[in-house]
């Protein structure tokens, strides 16, 4: 069993930033792609960023390329989200998620991940 556990969300103003990190227990991830994802309300929950076990493979969506980075430290088993130059459009629950099928490719779409956090509540401001 894998437990995920979102921490790094809050209030911020357009055009700051956040550090989201997400810490896995339970099992070592250091195998397994992982990814964030996001919810805004009354909205479909949508693929955010990815990077493959080692972190030799990243992949963004659109909306955040340029912005956002994802990374990624194996020793202590956590995911980070580093958010910069954020927009009001980017206000959602952040969720990361394991792949844990050992994939050649990174994932995009919510079907295809094993084990979900709880998620963190982001909220841009004007």
């Known amino acids: 069993q894998v437990q995920l556990v979102e921490s790094g969300g809050g209030l911020v103003q357009a055009g700051g930033s956040l550090r989201l990190s997400c810490a896995a227990s339970g099992r070592t991830l250091s195998s397994y792609a992982l990814a964030w994802f996001r919810q805004a309300p009354g909205k479909e929950r949508e693929f955010v960023a990815a990077i493959s076990w080692s972190a030799g493979s990243t992949y963004y969506a659109d909306s955040v390329k340029g912005r956002f980075t994802i990374s990624r430290d194996n020793a202590k088993n956590t995911m980070y989200l580093q958010m910069n130059s954020l927009k009001l459009e980017d206000t959602a629950v952040y969720y990361c998620?394991?792949?844990?099928?050992?994939?050649?490719?990174?994932?995009?779409?919510?079907?295809?991940?094993?084990?979900w956090g709880q998620g963190t509540q982001v909220t841009v401001s004007s």
């Open positions: 998620a394991a792949d844990l099928s050992r994939s050649q490719f990174l994932r995009v779409t919510i079907y295809e991940y094993d084990y």
